[in-house]
Nanobody, 123 residues
Framework: QVQLVESGGGLVQAGGSLRLSCAASGRTYNDYAMAWFRQAPGKEREFVAAIRWSRSWYADSVKGRFTISRDNAKNTVYLQMNSLKPEDTAVYYC??????????????????WGQGTQVTVSS
């Protein structure tokens, strides 16, 4: 079993930055696919970014602005968000999966989820 706890959300003005953290516990997760998803009110949960081994993936909407990284020694994955826009406002969720093959952009690929952290970007 893996537990994920997100932190770092908050209120920021457009153009600002935030760094989200996701602390994992319960099992070794170095080989897990780790991802960030987000869900805005009235919308479906959508892929933001993922990382596994030395590879990373990004949604087109955040490419060039967001950076995902991980510190295996701390069992933590980060999402650095720069040049934030009002449309980035959402609850951000951390997700993890240990399967050998993971389609990293699919919500239903992930077995473990955090409780979410709110990010609000004001215009």
């Amino acid at each position: 079993q893996v537990q994920l706890v997100e932190s770092g959300g908050g209120l920021v003005q457009a153009g600002g930055s935030l760094r989200l953290s996701c602390a994992a516990s319960g099992r070794t997760y170095n080989d897990y696919a780790m991802a960030w998803f987000r869900q805005a009110p009235g919308k479906e949960r959508e892929f933001v970014a993922a990382i596994r081994w030395s590879r990373s993936w990004y949604a087109d909407s955040v490419k060039g602005r967001f950076t995902i990284s991980r510190d295996n020694a701390k069992n933590t994955v980060y999402l650095q968000m720069n040049s934030l826009k009002p449309e980035d406002t959402a609850v951000y969720y951390c997700a993890a999966d240990s399967s050998a093959i993971v389609v990293v952009t699919r919500v239903d690929e992930y077995d473990y989820w955090g409780q979410g952290t709110q990010v609000t970007v004001s215009s």
